[in-house]
C-alpha cells in the first residue's frame, strides 16, 4: 500500500502540479522558449547569475514552485521507502510539492520527521497548508530563513535521507553543515545538483560518498548519492 498514489493525496498533489504548470509557465517560457526542455547550457546560466546573490533572485521567484516532476517526487518516495527513513532533511521546500512526496514515505513506513527549509515566508506557509491538506502536517517542521542557518542546529537524531533543492550554490555549505548527523547509507538526493564543486566533493570516494548522475529529466542535474563513512 502507498498513499502516494492513493485518495485523498493523489488528488491533492495532481491539483498541485496543475496550479505549479500554471504559475511556472512564464517563466519557464522567458528562460528557454516556448516547447524548448531546459539544457545544461541554461542551467549554467542560472547558476552564475544565482552566485551573485542568491537571496535575491530567490526573491524573484517567490512565486514560482519550481518542484519536482511526479517522476521525480515518486523517485523520492521510493528511496526514503527503500531507505526505511525516519529522518529527512530537505534544502529548498517551496509550496511542499516534494515536501508531501517524502513525508508520505515517512507515514507509510510508520512516521517519523522531516525537516524542510524555505527563504521565503510565503512559501513555507503554502507549504504548511499543503501538508495539512494532505494530513501530514504532524512530521514536518518547515523552517523559515536560510539554510545555512536553520539547519545549524535542532536535528535531533541521524539522517536517513537529504534531499538537496534550495540555490545552487549552497549545495556543499548545506552537505556540510549536514555531514555529522548522516547515517551510514544515508541517501543524498540532488535535484539541479550542477555546482562543480558540489560534484567534485561527492563523487571523489575519498570524502565517504558514492554518487552517480541520474538520467530524469535530462539536463536538469540531478545527481544520486550514498554515504559510505
Ligand atoms: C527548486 S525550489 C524547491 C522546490 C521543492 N523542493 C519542490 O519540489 O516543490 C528551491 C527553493 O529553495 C529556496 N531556497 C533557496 N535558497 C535557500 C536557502 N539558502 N535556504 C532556504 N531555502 C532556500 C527557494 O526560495 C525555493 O523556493
Request: hydrophobic fraction near 45%.
Given at each position: 500500500m502507498d498513499s502516494l498514489t492513493t485518495a485523498p493525496?493523489?488528488?491533492?498533489?495532481?491539483?498541485?502540479?496543475?496550479?505549479a504548470e500554471a504559475a511556472d509557465r512564464p517563466l519557464h517560457e522567458a528562460f528557454v522558449g516556448e516547447g524548448e526542455k531546459i539544457s545544461a547550457e541554461h542551467m549554467r546560466t542560472f547558476l552564475d547569475e544565482e552566485a551573485?546573490?542568491?537571496?535575491?533572485?530567490?526573491?524573484?521567484?517567490?512565486?514560482?514552485?519550481l518542484n519536482v516532476s511526479p517522476e521525480?517526487?515518486?523517485?523520492?518516495?521510493?528511496c526514503a521507502r527503500t531507505r526505511k527513513a525516519t529522518r529527512i532533511v530537505e534544502f529548498g521546500t517551496s509550496f511542499g510539492v516534494s515536501a508531501i512526496h517524502l513525508a508520505c514515505a515517512l507515514r507509510d513506513s510508520g512516521g517519523g520527521q522531516l525537516i524542510g527549509t524555505e527563504?521565503?515566508?510565503t512559501k513555507a506557509a503554502a507549504a504548511r497548508d499543503n501538508l495539512a491538506a494532505a494530513g501530514l502536517a504532524?512530521?514536518?517542521d518547515i523552517r523559515v530563513g536560510d539554510a545555512l542557518e536553520t539547519l545549524k542546529e535542532g536535528i535531533s537524531g541521524d539522517v536517513d535521507l537529504v534531499h538537496l533543492d534550495g540555490a545552487f550554490?549552497?549545495?556543499l555549505p548545506v552537505l556540510k553543515l549536514l555531514e555529522?548527523?548522516?547515517k551510514a547509507g544515508a541517501l543524498v538526493i540532488g535535484e539541479n545538483a550542477i555546482e562543480p564543486a558540489y560534484l567534485d566533493y561527492v563523487r571523489d570516494p575519498r570524502n565517504g560518498y558514492l554518487s552517480v548522475a541520474m538520467p530524469f529529466d535530462a539536463g536538469r542535474g540531478n545527481e544520486f548519492t550514498v554515504v559510505t563513512r
Open positions: 493525496i493523489v488528488e491533492l498533489l495532481e491539483q498541485l502540479f496543475r496550479k551573485k546573490d542568491y537571496q535575491a533572485t530567490y526573491r524573484t521567484l517567490a512565486g514560482n514552485y521525480f517526487g515518486k523517485f523520492l518516495y521510493m527563504l521565503e515566508a504532524d512530521l514536518v550554490n549552497l549545495y555529522p548527523h548522516l
